[in-house]
């Protein structure tokens, strides 16, 4: 059973680097057929996918976050990140680590989820 475990900063000012990680276990980063992604949703709003990595190191985002999210992994911890460059408040929400084969995490359906995190963006 995968499970997994954010951790990060909760308070951030605009034109920060949010940087969020998110730690795995029951499964592999490296081997495992999942993709292994971050999805948030703000206050209000529903759930929005940003970006996935998958075990060839490979990365997908969705076009609303390309310019500003990267996802990489650290296989020797077995963890994965998300950084998103240039925070406004509009980027407050509770962000998610999630895991399942793409199109599901890309869905905002995947069957694996961290708690969440939340993420306020105030000055």
């Known amino acids: 059973q995968v499970q997994l475990q954010e951790s990060g900063p909760g308070l951030m000012k605009p034109s920060q680097t949010l940087s969020l990680t998110c730690t795995v276990s029951g499964g592999s980063l490296s081997t495992s057929a999942y993709a292994w992604g971050w999805i948030r949703q703000p206050p209000g709003k529903g759930l929005e996918w940003m970006g996935v990595?998958?075990?060839?190191?490979?990365?997908f985002y969705s076009p609303v976050f390309e310019s500003r999210a990267s996802v990489s992994r650290d296989l020797s911890t077995n963890q994965f990140s998300l950084q998103l460059s240039s925070v406004t408040p509009e980027d407050t929400a509770i962000y998610y680590c999630?895991?399942?084969?793409?199109?599901?995490?890309?869905?905002?359906?995947?069957?694996?989820w961290g708690q969440g995190t939340q993420v306020t963006v105030s000055s």
């Open positions: 990595i998958v075990s060839d190191g490979n990365t």
């Open positions: 999630a895991a399942d084969y793409g199109p599901d995490v890309v869905g905002g359906h995947p069957r694996f």
